[in-house]
């Protein structure tokens, strides 16, 4: 996904001088490509991310097309203030990317664990959010952070991602059916998006049809996702590896409130806790109820 991004980054870079890529003292065995092809677009501003966004804020008021590069609590929770400030405030192009959600840093443990970050970006009024659930997205997201000309967060993850060219990834809709709609209709992102995906395929061999809507951009929220997608469903399951509280589930549920929307909203989620264990991120995701048997059943009850 980081590869696709960066390809994506780099073609846009090589017709565009005003790109400045930043990064918080991270992208080693990524990054050296881009500083040898551009080295007056990239700067490595070490371990002080909230100086990063000060430069980004400076190099944006001059004209530039600024992306910071960090882990995803680093480059958000760490310099909240800055971003509010200095970027949101003047709604400036800078584009901020936050490597690794959730448990992706399972062994690095609390410090690394991402869950507040999504949340936390809600809260500012300029801020886009996008979190990428394939690498075919991660390509368009690019597109669509530097031509919206104001403050963007994507979330992107770590390792290797499927491709699912076959439906469309427009950024100016905001989400794309993966599953064919149903009553039953799970709405995630990100990582956990497979998850999804793989417990609808296996509920669909039991006799159980759920669609499944992959919600890429999920701030500002989607104007015609009401009528295209929570009008027609009678129960929706939001699966994400964010804490529950202020992320997708939060937005839909404040959509289906606000609008009075005759659907019922069930979130899967991580607990509004904080996580001070280390382990792989499967085994958070089974003790969290976000993959496997725990999942499924989940579903099932939901969906009857």
């Known amino acids: 996904m980081r590869d696709n991004f960066l390809k994506s980054l780099t073609k ?5 001088k005003e790109i400045i890529l930043l990064t918080g ?27 990063m966004i000060g ?12 992306v910071t590069y960090s882990i995803g609590n680093f480059g958000t929770l760490r310099c909240l203030e800055q971003i509010k400030i200095n970027i949101c405030s003047m709604n400036l192009p800078v584009t901020i990317v936050g490597a690794g959600a959730g448990f992706s840093f399972g062994y690095d443990g609390p410090t690394h664990h991402g ?5 936390s970006m809600r809260l500012l009024p300029e801020m886009s959010i996008v979190e990428i659930s394939s690498c075919d997205a991660a390509k368009d997201a690019v597109d669509y952070a530097v031509q919206s ?6 979330r992107l993850d770590k390792g290797p991602f499927p491709d699912w060219p076959e439906t469309e990834t427009d950024f100016r809709k905001g989400y794309r059916v993966l599953r064919p709609l149903t009553d ?14 793989s417990a609808a395929d296996v509920l669909k061999a039991q006799g159980v ?36 509280t202020g992320g997708l589930g939060t937005a839909l549920s404040e959509v289906i409130a606000q609008n009075n929307v005759q659907c019922s909203l069930k979130v899967i989620a991580a607990p509004d806790s904080q996580f001070i264990e280390y382990g792989d991120r499967a085994w958070f995701h089974e003790k969290y109820g976000l993959a496997g048997v725990t999942l499924l059943d989940k579903l099932k009850i939901f969906s009857h």
């Open 55 to 66: 430069i980004a804020t400076g190099l944006a008021l001059e004209g530039k097309k600024v």
């Open 25 to 51: 003292d991270l992208g080693f065995g990524v990054f050296e490509k881009f500083e040898k092809n551009f080295p007056g677009q990239y700067f490595n501003v070490g371990v002080a991310e909230q100086n």
């Open 209 to 244: 049809n759920v669609g499944v809507v992959d919600l890429f951009r999920f701030k500002p929220f989607p104007e015609c996702f009401l009528d295209d997608i929570l009008s027609l469903s009678k129960k929706v399951i939001s699966i994400e590896e964010s804490c529950k």
């Open 12 to 16: 846009l870079a090589q017709n565009d």
């Open 184 to 197: 039953v209709n799970i709405v995630s992102n990100g990582f956990i998006m497979r998850e999804a995906i």
């Open 149 to 154: 000309r104001g403050p963007c967060y994507i």
């Open 115 to 119: 869950h507040q970050d999504v949340s």
